[in-house]
Nanobody, 118 residues
């Protein structure tokens, strides 16, 4: 079982930046960031696999950067040029099985951190 703890959310003005962190209790094969705004479905924001390959939702490409410190088992999401539509609860997700990673069917989830862009 992998525990995930997110941090770094907060209130920021449009155009500003935030960096989210997600500390994992053990090593993982893949990790990702998701978000869910009130009344909307959860959507994938970005993901990274064990080789360091990254993938982004079209809505955040060029503005957000996902990265991982393998030595610390910590995932990051650098968010720049934030927009009001980025307001959501952001969740970290992870898995240890390659097939589940390919399918982006993560088994482990954090509690979330709120990001509000005014």
């Amino acid at each position: 079982h992998v525990q995930l703890v997110e941090s770094g959310g907060g209130l920021v003005q449009a155009g500003g930046s935030l960096r989210l962190s997600c500390a994992a209790s053990a090593s993982t094969y893949c990790m990702g960031w998701f978000r869910q705004a009130p009344g909307k479905e959860r959507e994938r924001v970005a993901s990274i696999d064990s080789a360091g390959s990254t993938s982004y939702a079209d809505s955040v490409k060029g503005r957000f950067t996902i990265s991982k410190d393998n030595a610390k088992n910590t995932l990051y999401l650098q968010m720049n040029s934030l927009k009001p539509e980025d307001t959501a609860m952001y969740y970290c997700a992870a898995d240890v099985f390659p097939l589940r990673c390919v399918l982006r069917n993560y088994n482990y989830w954090g509690q979330g951190t709120q990001v509000t862009v005014s």
